[in-house]
């Protein structure tokens, strides 16, 4: 749509834009046939425009169209989407619902980086958990997540919105299957309740590819089979109570600590 034609005001939920824009929002894996991507909300937004620019089409709330902030996060889009307020309120996942969203092209599959830091997802199922995950790993320097065939999509808006802007730093890999973890090239490394090794004690290789598991069942035994070193996480409090979040956050952090410990010993300091 060319600059001219960017400002359109929608006020019927008949317009075959809105009938477009709402099954995009209903559809968590609508990226996975090539129908987009709805980022709602300003820290989403931003988080996308800082790594991509202007978006292609933006959506406001059009009691909200003229606050300087927004117009901001709109600038330079190719199509611009006014919705009135009940209609944006409509395929809002928001309890507040926010004033702004973009409505930016699917992503592309990921490709798979060899010899990285990694975190490898086997069919966690919960959003919050997954976006969590991908948090984490983002901020400790774990540049590559690889989900396993049966996890939770992860570009859905849920994972998206408990991501909080993590995925556009991140490589991810979806769908994968035994031979693309042999492919990473890196040991791999689990964390398993009944483990003889404690995780305060492992060696942990590095770089390496955590394998973290369903919230229910834990990693497959097939993946665990792989594995370099499981590990166990001990709970001094005398219950299994982390969840795969948690556990996640501990095993990186605990990962990039002895990197960095190491890391004077490799220069010959």
């Known amino acids: ?19 477009e824009l709402r099954k995009l929002c209903r559809d968590p894996a609508a990226y996975r046939r090539g129908r987009g991507l709805w980022l709602e909300g300003e820290h989403l937004c931003e988080a996308w425009r800082d790594c991509h620019g202007p978006a292609p089409r933006v959506v406001l709330r059009a009691s909200a169209a003229g606050e300087p902030r927004l117009r901001a996060l709109a600038a330079g889009t190719a199509e611009r989407l006014e919705l009135a307020d009940p209609l944006f309120d409509e395929i809002s996942a928001l309890e507040s619902p926010a004033a702004i969203g973009f409505w930016v092209d699917a992503p592309p599959p990921g490709r798979l980086r060899p010899g990285q830091a990694t975190l490898v997802l086997d069919r966690l199922q919960d959003a919050g958990n997954a976006g969590t ?69 492992a060696a942990l290789p590095w770089p390496c590819a955590w394998l973290l598991g369903h919230e229910g069942r834990g990693v497959e035994q097939a993946l665990l089979a792989r594995c370099a070193v499981q590990v166990a996480i001990p709970q001094p409090g005398g219950q299994e109570s982390l969840n795969v979040a948690a556990a996640g956050a501990i095993c990186l952090y605990e990962s990039v600590r002895q990197h960095r410990l190491a890391e004077p010993q490799r220069r010959g300091q």
């Open 133 to 201: 995950l991908l948090r984490t790993a983002a901020g400790l320097g774990f540049g590559q997540v690889v989900a396993m065939a049966g996890t939770v999509a992860l570009w859905s808006p849920k994972v998206l919105r408990a991501g909080m802007g993590a995925h556009f730093g991140l490589e991810l890999v979806e769908g994968a299957d035994a031979a693309v973890l042999d492919a990473l090239a890196v040991p791999l490394v689990a964390a398993v309740p009944r483990a003889a090794t404690a995780l305060w004690d």
């Open 1 to 19: 749509m060319s600059a001219g034609d960017a400002a359109r005001v929608i006020r019927s939920r008949d317009n075959p834009r809105f009938v």
